[in-house]
Every structure is written in structure tokens, then in C-alpha cells.
């Protein structure tokens, strides 16, 4: 299960709104003859792969060999057969699961199927681990709501962003300034992150101030839908309104907004950047299951102060690059 656990980390970044997944194939006699990952979304699934990859020689072990699969398989007809099915026609004796699928249409379905083909099920293998690789997708089909991440730099004194000398009689997006806190190294690891997520979304302000593109281009992975609220203030030559995008509605209530993005546009992981302001309302709302921070060695000594970080929270690591520090927090 390890070993399925690294394999489906490789679809990180390309395989979402699906789960990754991975499957090794075991012989009798301890030897891996199969393994495989989902690789890309809307192609084969993590089991068709392992399948596909035994050698012909091996083919005859199938039936007496078990498949590990980091998530129940699947057991309907979506963009790819039911991997339930396929385990059940190549005869394979026993299949241990990690997680069950909390997706409606499979849901418990893909385990029945294979017991009452025959085969063994053991369920619920190194579940912690294999829940935690999929916390974005189990987190959208338990809550009816994406998996949310917030994201921000900050100087080390704990501001992110300057003021300028505009009166302050100015809007707040007029008084201040965009600063670059990041380094080379940090932005293209945030990209990494990006990759990870369905949508990303940003107060008008920033689409205001910042005008950003929201996109990975310092990192291999597809670009995250671009999310704003409406707004008769939003520059319509922004970088983010140029490509497909979704405007939520500033007049419904956030958690209404969140259900939206998930019911009508199958997001399941939203990453949320800013400002200040946004940041502050989903961590006073408490809709966040996560915390990413990263904190530069420079200080700035004014500016728009960071949001505060809310306590009880599980720290989940804490490593430097390039002299700055990166946090990542999980709100359980």
C-alpha cells in the first residue's frame, strides 16, 4: 500500500477534480507483477493501468494474486468502465482497499460488487494515509463544498502588502501598493500548490491592485479556474477575465457561494489568495480546511497587515527555503 500511496502521488496536479489513486498487483509469492496510477483525468484509472502493465507471462498469477488500491474502485460508467467490473472479469482473488470512495455514485457500490463476485475485500487498509492523500476529494463529496486552502505571504514583521501616500480619503484597493514578497524558488513551489487545485480565488482588490493570472506557469500542472466576486469595479482587461472564469454572486452568503462552486461547477478544491480582507472573512466564517504561510526574512515595517492566524490548529509542517519559512496548518 505504500508503494500504491507513491504511485498515486504522481497524478498530483493532473488527474483533479478525480481522486489520484495508485494499485500494485501481488503475486503469491510477494513479487509486484502489476502496478499503475490515475494519470490524467478522464483517462484509465489507477486499476485499468496496473492490469494493463502485467506482463503476458504473469497474466496466469491473476487469479490468485491480490491488488492493493489506494481508494475503493469504482463501479459505474463515467468516462471510463467500472474498475469493479474489470477486477471481477481478470479473476482477481483479493483486493485490500485504503479508503472508501465517498463519491454518490460509488459510495460502498464497487466493494459490494467484488464480494458478491466472490472476491475478498479487505477494507479500510492504512485508511488515515490514504484519506489524507485524498482529503481534497473526500472533503467535497462529505460537504458538498470545495476543500479550502488559504494562502498568503508575509514580511516577517507580518505584512503583505505596502501603503502608499494616497490620502486616506481613498478607496482601500487606491492606498495600496502590490509587493513582491516571494522569492523565484518559493513562487514556482506555490505554483506546485496551485496545480493542486480546482479554482483559486481572489477578492476584487486584488484583481484591482495586483491584476494576477492565477496560473502555473512556473510548474507542469493545469491552471486552477480563476474565482472573483462581481463587481461593477472589476477591470475588465484583468488577466483573469481574458480566459474561463466564475463570478460568484456578493450578495449570497459565502457558505451559499462555496455550495455553489461546488454543485454547478464540480469544484472540489479551491485555493483562496487574497486580500486581506477575503482571507479574514473565510477564517472568521471558519471555512477553511487548511493553512499555507509562507513568512519572508525582510521586513517592511507598514504596510496591510496579514490576517491573524486562528489558534487550535494542527501544524502540519514548517520547513525554510530560501531563507524563508513556509507553514502549513490544518484546521480539523
Known amino acids: 500500500m505504500l508503494r ?36 490524467k483525468f478522464g483517462g484509465p484509472h489507477a486499476e485499468v493501468n496496473a492490469m494493463a502493465s502485467i506482463h503476458p507471462e504473469n497474466e496466469h498469477l491473476i487469479k490468485d494474486s491480490t491488488i492493493y488500491v489506494t481508494l475503493e474502485p469504482c463501479s459505474h460508467y463515467g468516462k471510463t468502465p467500472p474498475c469493479s ?21 460509488v459510495s460502498g457500490r464497487g466493494i459490494k460488487m467484488l464480494r458478491e463476485a466472490g472476491i475478498e475485500v479487505i477494507e479500510n487498509f492504512m485508511q488515515e494515509e490514504c484519506d489524507f492523500l485524498n482529503r481534497r476529494f473526500i472533503t467535497a463529496h462529505t460537504l458538498s463544498r470545495p476543500y479550502i486552502l488559504l494562502k498568503w505571504a508575509q514580511s516577517r514583521d507580518g505584512y503583505i502588502a505596502l501603503k502608499s501616500d494616497i490620502s486616506m480619503d481613498a478607496q482601500p484597493a487606491q492606498s495600496l501598493l502590490p509587493i513582491q514578497i516571494s522569492t523565484p524558488v518559493t513562487a514556482a513551489l506555490m505554483h506546485a500548490e496551485r496545480a493542486l487545485y480546482d479554482a483559486i480565488l481572489v477578492g476584487t482588490n486584488t484583481v484591482i491592485i495586483d491584476n494576477p493570472t492565477l496560473t502555473t506557469r512556473h510548474w507542469p500542472g493545469s491552471d486552477p479556474t480563476p474565482v472573483t466576486f462581481n463587481s461593477p469595479n472589476l477591470p475588465q482587461d484583468s488577466h483573469i477575465l481574458s480566459r474561463p472564469h466564475i463570478l460568484l454572486d456578493p450578495s449570497l452568503p459565502l457558505s451559499e457561494n462555496l455550495s455553489k462552486l461546488y454543485k454547478d461547477h464540480s469544484i472540489t478544491s479551491l485555493m483562496v489568495e487574497g486580500g486581506a480582507r477575503t482571507l479574514t472573512t473565510f ?3 471558519n471555512l477553511f480546511d487548511e493553512l499555507r504561510i509562507e513568512i519572508s526574512s525582510q521586513s517592511i515595517h507598514n504596510g496591510l497587515l ?27
Do not use: C
Open 306 to 332: 496579514a490576517p491573524s492566524i486562528p489558534s487550535g490548529l494542527t501544524l502540519l509542517s514548517n520547513h525554510q527555503t530560501d531563507s524563508h519559512t513556509i507553514l502549513t496548518l490544518l484546521h480539523q
Open 85 to 105: 467490473l474489470l477486477l471481477i472479469n481478470k479473476g482477481i482473488k483479493r483486493v485490500v482497499v485504503g479508503s472508501p470512495d465517498p463519491f454518490p455514485l
Open 4 to 39: 500504491a500511496l507513491q504511485l498515486a502521488r504522481y497524478g498530483a496536479g493532473f488527474v483533479s477534480p478525480n481522486p489520484m489513486v495508485g494499485a500494485v498487483v501481488v503475486a503469491p509469492d510477494g513479487r509486484i507483477i502489476g502496478e499503475g496510477w490515475h494519470r
Open 283 to 285: 477564517i472568521t466564517q
